[in-house]
């Protein structure tokens, strides 16, 4: 019987670890996981370590093993450069071999779908963009999806355990985390425990439209894949409401070393955003799902609305921040 605790999954050069091989590893020879890939909190044998960018949480700073309450060292998988296809196609086929992929019809998440070939689930409220939209990715490209329509009902249901959970608490990261909410909540109902998302991609590759006014691209991009941290975090603590993660391929190691390799100035250009990505991505769907301009998230699925609605109802007309002020307030004593 195991006597480690292991949440997500660890591979070494492109090897999927068991769970007993890491326990063989942590015991005889921790130092090897300095090697490990993944995305993964570890505990056993008087250590600690979590991956390299912390993806997954966990009581250890990322990238960290700790034994016996001293730092060893530092988690920095060697992995080699690929080109960005071949690291997109890697990290996808890590994470497949089980789960549900999130989909919104947008590049980042139809490419995730398209390679991993796995079930799908799209949320929004009723006739929101998202859904139609992931409806008309999944039936060109021959995905089996699942469509959870969410009720106004349900977000005001959901509001105090979003809010409660998530580490910063403003309009932007609760509508978020409220969409990410219901697809962990569909994913727990239905017995997965990973979800495989295209987060990531726009940090990495230019998504965002500030980026293309922006004089300062290059310095943007790293501020905000330094943030990515905090959106893990955050998505991080949704699905852990209902016994689920979230799995990012765009976070794998190769690809954002590849990623990273390629000039700003090559991301965005000409008025459009995140080219490299939908170059691969063209490589593998129709040219309308690789250069489609998608909402965000919150935005998309219409719970931004649905959040304004439920603000000025309760009496916050001016402001969706005192309105999560004061549910943050009354069911946490925050």
């Given at each position: 019987?195991?006597?480690i605790?292991?949440?997500?999954?660890?591979?070494?050069?492109?090897?999927?670890?068991?769970?007993?091989?890491?326990?063989?590893?942590?015991?005889?020879?921790?130092?090897?996981?300095?090697?490990?890939?993944?995305?993964?909190?570890?505990?056993?044998?008087?250590c600690?370590?979590?991956?390299?960018?912390?993806?997954?949480?966990?009581?250890?700073?990322?990238?960290?093993?700790?034994?016996?309450?001293?730092?060893?060292?530092?988690?920095?998988?060697?992995?080699?450069?690929?080109?960005?296809?071949?690291?997109?196609?890697?990290?996808?086929?890590?994470?497949?071999?089980?789960?549900?992929?999130?989909?919104?019809?947008?590049?980042?998440?139809?490419?995730?779908?398209?390679?991993?070939?796995?079930?799908?689930?799209?949320?929004?409220?009723?006739?929101?963009?998202?859904?139609?939209?992931?409806?008309?990715?999944?039936?060109?490209?021959?995905?089996?999806?699942?469509?959870?329509?969410?009720?106004?009902?349900?977000?005001?249901?959901?509001?105090?355990?979003?809010?409660?959970?998530?580490?910063?608490?403003?309009?932007?990261?609760?509508?978020?985390?409220?969409?990410?909410?219901?697809?962990?909540?569909?994913?727990?109902?239905?017995?997965?425990?990973?979800?495989?998302?295209?987060?990531?991609?726009?940090?990495?590759?230019?998504?965002?439209?500030?980026?293309?006014?922006?004089?300062?691209?290059?310095?943007?991009?790293?501020?905000?894949?330094?943030?990515?941290?905090?959106?893990?975090?955050?998505?991080q603590s949704?699905?852990?409401?209902?016994?689920?993660?979230?799995?990012?391929?765009?976070?794998?190691?190769?690809?954002?070393?590849?990623?990273?390799?390629i000039?700003?100035?090559?991301?965005?250009?000409?008025?459009?955003?995140?080219?490299?990505?939908?170059?691969?991505a063209?490589?593998h769907?129709?040219?309308?799902?690789?250069?489609?301009?998608?909402?965000?998230?919150?935005?998309?699925?219409?719970?931004?609305?649905?959040?304004?609605?439920?603000?000025?109802?309760?009496?916050?007309?001016?402001?969706?921040?005192?309105?999560?002020?004061?549910?943050?307030?009354?069911?946490?004593?925050?």
């Open positions: 019987m195991s006597t605790k292991l949440i997500g999954w660890i591979e070494v050069d492109g090897q999927r670890l068991s769970p007993q091989d890491v326990e063989t590893i942590l015991k005889d020879r921790p130092e090897e996981i300095f090697r490990f890939g993944g995305e993964f909190f570890l505990a056993g044998h008087s600690r370590a979590r991956d390299h960018f912390g993806i997954m949480p966990g009581n250890c700073p990322k990238g960290t093993l700790i034994c016996d309450g001293m730092v060893r060292g530092s988690i920095d998988p060697d992995v080699p450069d690929l080109p960005l296809e071949q690291a997109i196609i890697t990290a996808v086929n890590l994470r497949s071999d089980q789960g549900v992929t999130a989909l919104s019809g947008g590049v980042d998440s139809t490419l995730v779908a398209a390679l991993a070939r796995r079930e799908c689930v799209a949320v929004g409220l009723s006739e929101s963009h998202d859904l139609n939209q992931a409806r008309h990715a999944a039936d060109t490209l021959g995905l089996s999806c699942t469509y959870v329509t969410i009720t106004p009902r349900e977000i005001a249901a959901a509001l105090p355990a979003v809010v409660g959970a998530i580490p910063v608490k403003d309009p932007v990261n609760t509508s978020i985390a409220l969409t990410q909410y219901f697809i962990a909540r569909f994913a727990g109902e239905q017995g997965y425990r990973r979800i495989i998302t295209g987060q990531g991609a726009d940090e990495l590759f230019g998504g965002y439209s500030r980026y293309l006014e922006t004089p300062t691209l290059a310095e943007d991009l790293e501020r905000d894949f330094l943030g990515l941290e905090l959106q893990a975090d955050r998505d949704v699905a852990a409401l209902h016994g689920t993660y979230f799995s990012m391929p765009y976070m794998d190691v190769r690809v954002v070393r590849a990623a990273r390799a000039p700003a100035g090559e991301k965005v250009q000409g008025g459009r955003r995140k080219i490299p990505l939908r170059q691969v063209e490589r769907m129709p040219a309308e799902f690789a250069w489609y301009e998608k909402k965000a998230m919150q935005y998309g699925s219409g719970v931004w609305k649905e959040l304004q609605r439920l603000a000025k109802k309760n009496g916050y007309k001016a402001s969706i921040q005192d309105y999560i002020d004061h549910i943050s307030r009354v069911e946490h004593g925050h």
